[in-house]
Nanobody
Framework: EVQLVGSGGGLVQAGGSMRLSCAAS????????IGWFRQAPGKEPEAVSC????????NYADSVKGRFTASSDNAKNTVYLQMNSLKPEDTAVYYC????????????????WGQGTLVTVSS
């Protein structure tokens, strides 16, 4: 059974850093496309970053480019989202997702989802 368990959210001041983790089971993270998505209060969900299986190429939303880094650790079967220089507008529930066939960094392309973790950035 494919499962994703997210952790690492909480409250942080603007300008601070936080790392989100997503432990995977039932599959190997390097074999699946991995996505990070977020939904801010009152807003539509949006893609933050995706890691493509095979070549490990990563893309980022313009709003987080240069501040966030997505990575994976095959030995721990865990994926990470390192978030630096956080801004109040980064406040959202963050989700990790996985799919063996996702061809786009869009939430509807991803079948398996973690439970979400809240990140609150205070000004």
């Amino acid at each position: 059974e494919v499962q994703l368990v997210g952790s690492g959210g909480g409250l942080v001041q603007a300008g601070g850093s936080m790392r989100l983790s997503c432990a995977a089971s039932g599959f190997t993270v390097d074999d699946y496309n991995i996505g990070w998505f977020r939904q801010a209060p009152g807003k539509e969900p949006e893609a933050v970053s995706c890691i493509r299986s095979g070549d490990g190429s990563t893309n980022y939303a313009d709003s987080v480019k240069g501040r966030f880094t997505a990575s994976s650790d095959n030995a721990k079967n865990t994926v990470y989202l390192q978030m630096n220089s956080l801004k109040p507008e980064d406040t959202a529930v963050y989700y990790c997702a996985a799919d063996p066939y996702a061809s786009r960094c869009e939430l509807y392309d991803y079948q398996y989802w973690g439970q979400g973790t809240l990140v609150t950035v205070s000004s």
